[in-house]
């Protein structure tokens, strides 16, 4: 069984960075590898929302309200993956969590993210 685990949150100031990691704890490499790692946010009373994604090869996408903000990758070996959060402002303040995007496993416990002066 996966088990998905997000570190790495907390209180920022606006303009402060963060880097976030997760880790595939269990997960098969081939499976892991098999398609994109995503991150997601969610803010209380509003769907998860995807926010970046990169490909076995580093190919990655974003929402474009992080865009020129975040950077997503990935270390296949280890099966983790990374969002490094530059310039944070209040609105990406929410639950960050990480998952398969093409074959999601079940959803870890996630890392709170907080922007604020």
């Known amino acids: 069984q996966v088990r998905l685990v997000e570190s790495g949150g907390g209180l920022v100031m606006p303009g402060g960075s963060l880097r976030l990691s997760c880790v595939a704890s269990g997960a098969i490499t081939s499976v892991f590898n098999s398609g994109p790692m995503a991150w997601y946010r969610q803010v209380p009373g509003k769907q998860r929302e995807l926010v970046a994604s990169?490909?076995?090869?580093?190919?990655?996408n974003y929402v474009d309200s992080v865009k020129g903000r975040f950077t997503v990758s990935r270390d296949n070996a280890r099966k983790r993956a990374y969002l490094q959060m530059d310039n944070l402002k209040s609105e990406d303040t929410a639950v960050y969590y990480c998952?398969?995007?093409?074959?999601?496993?079940?959803w870890g416990q996630g890392t709170q993210v907080t922007v604020s002066s």
């Open positions: 998952n398969h995007l093409t074959n999601p496993w079940s």
């Open positions: 990169v490909t076995k090869s580093g190919t990655t």
